[in-house]
T-cell receptor, first 116, second 113 residues
């Protein structure tokens, strides 16, 4: 089982460059999420998607864009990289959240991004 | 708003010591509570969960009890191992239309042989 796969694992960007962080899952999950993890700050939700063609903003969406053309893929795009976007980015997925079933979110291994 | 507060780290223990990592929460409703673990270089993995007051979650020797009266979900383990060294995150979760996890800041545990 591959689970949630993120690429690349590491990347260094120059200020103003753009890039796409890839995320794919093979568990047929409806919901997908993007988080960033900053030291001492826990995880903050950037964007999430409840299904193909549907996306919504999380807590910290500025400077990012997402799309969800298929159930499996949920790429995150940085259009104009800024030093404040240096972080570790995690993609996660889950079945439709249901309090009774408590479907947990499954996380990828992360992408470590540095903007210099 | 809803939030999760964890004890500051790092927590440094010797092998076979008793572990407690404190977690308290503020919630407007009745969330489920989770503990996630992040090993070095990896993503987060669900460690244990509790869905209602007085529930006890347990896994791999770790335990946590959902205490509504003290709004707490402290993580405990009777005898830690070097392999338990990781960052531990407490989180609350509503599911349904809200469908979001709210994480604490994480607590680094370092276990020395």
């Amino acid at each position: 089982n591959a689970g949630v796969t993120q690429t690349p694992k590491f990347r260094i960007l120059k200020i103003g460059q753009s890039m796409t962080l890839q995320c794919t899952q093979d568990m047929n999950h409806n919901y997908m999420y993007w988080y960033r993890q900053d030291p001492g700050m826990g995880l903050k939700l950037i964007y999430y998607s409840v299904g193909a063609g549907i996306t919504d903003k999380g807590e910290v969406p500025n400077g990012y864009n997402v799309s969800r053309s298929t159930t499996e893929d949920f790429p995150l795009r940085l259009e104009l990289a800024a030093p404040s976007q240096t972080s570790v980015y995690f993609c996660a997925s889950s079945f439709r959240p249901d309090r009774e079933l408590n479907q947990p979110q499954h996380f990828g291994d992360g992408t470590r991004l540095s903007i210099l | 708003g809803d939030s999760v507060t964890q004890m500051e780290g790092p927590v440094t223990l010797s092998e076979e010591a008793f572990l407690t990592i404190n977690c308290t929460y503020t919630a407007t409703g009745y969330p489920s509570l989770f503990w996630y673990v992040q090993y070095p270089g990896e993503g987060l993995q669900l460690l244990l969960k509790a869905t209602k007051a007085d529930d006890k979650g347990s896994n791999k020797g770790f335990e946590a009890t959902y205490r509504k009266e003290t709004t707490s979900f402290h993580l405990e383990k009777g005898s830690v191992q070097v392999s338990d060294s990781a960052v531990y995150f407490c989180a609350l979760f509503y599911g349904g239309a809200t469908n979001k996890l709210i994480f604490g800041t994480g607590t680094l545990l370092a276990v020395q042989p």
